[in-house]
């Protein structure tokens, strides 16, 4: 059992669908993170859950919807995206210390792509 | 405004030979600074770290090198296997946000 589990790995859709990304993490983990990869970009971070409660929302468009039901689950809906939105999406956790934000530990990726 | 930056996208080395990544930062506020690795269709692990209040930092065949005057880190692997050919992203924590480079891959030549 993988520690971030991410599905669906590939999801091609249209710009009028509406679709949803998953993920789970089984390292008892309390904050969890949604990260996207663009082409020859850094990673951007999108939105940060902590103990479930949402704590950064880094301008992210409101076609992006987060949810976080409990610790160990986050989903990401997609509803009208555009074809820029087409990137790797990244699903992270991490157990926060005094030291900071903690190791990340990623999930392998949902490849989106927007017709 | 990029706050980390690895500007070369791209390293060929000779396998048993060294690999060196650099990575420059803006954000004086980092306190931790991080290399993950990445395999094709895998998502990004954590290789090896450093603290802002050490220079250097050995596991194995990966040594992280900090230099806070410059604002740089690099990340030396030596020897160079074919197995470490991956895309490697620098990482910097302010304690409450990463963020990241756009990565440099790295190919070991058998």
């Known amino acids: 059992e993988t520690g971030v589990t991410q599905t669906p790995r590939h999801l091609v859709m249209g710009m009028t669908n509406k679709k949803s990304l998953k993920c789970e993490q089984h390292?008892?983990?309390?904050?969890m993170y949604w990260y996207k990869q663009s082409a020859k970009k850094p990673l951007e971070l999108m939105f940060v859950?902590?103990?479930?409660?949402?704590?950064e929302n880094n301008s992210v468009p409101s076609r992006f919807s987060p949810e976080c039901p409990n610790s160990s689950h986050l989903f990401l809906h997609l509803h009208t995206l555009q074809p820029e939105d087409s990137a790797l999406y990244l699903c992270?956790?991490?157990?926060?210390?005094?030291?900071?934000?903690?190791?990340?530990?990623f999930g392998e990726g949902s490849r989106l792509t927007v017709l | 405004d990029q706050q980390v930056k690895q500007n070369s996208p791209s390293l060929s080395v000779q396998e048993g030979r060294i690999s060196i990544l650099n990575c420059d930062y803006t954000?004086?506020?980092?306190?931790?600074f991080l290399w993950y690795k990445k395999y094709p269709a895998e998502g990004p692990t954590f290789l090896i770290s450093?603290?802002?209040?050490?220079d250097k930092n050995e596991d194995g065949r990966f040594t992280v090198f900090l230099n806070k005057s410059a604002k740089h880190l690099s990340l030396h692997i030596v020897p160079s296997q074919p197995g470490d050919s991956a895309v490697y992203f620098c990482?910097?924590?302010?304690?409450?946000?990463?963020?990241f480079g756009t990565g440099t891959s790295l190919t070991v030549i058998p």
């Open positions: 992270a956790s991490s157990q926060p210390g005094l030291g900071g934000v903690g190791e990340l530990f």
């Open positions: 390292l008892g983990h309390n904050a």
């Open positions: 859950y902590n103990f479930k409660e949402q704590t």
């Open positions: 954000n004086s506020m980092f306190d931790y």
């Open positions: 450093i603290s802002s209040i050490k």
């Open positions: 990482a910097a924590d302010t304690g409450n946000q990463f963020y």
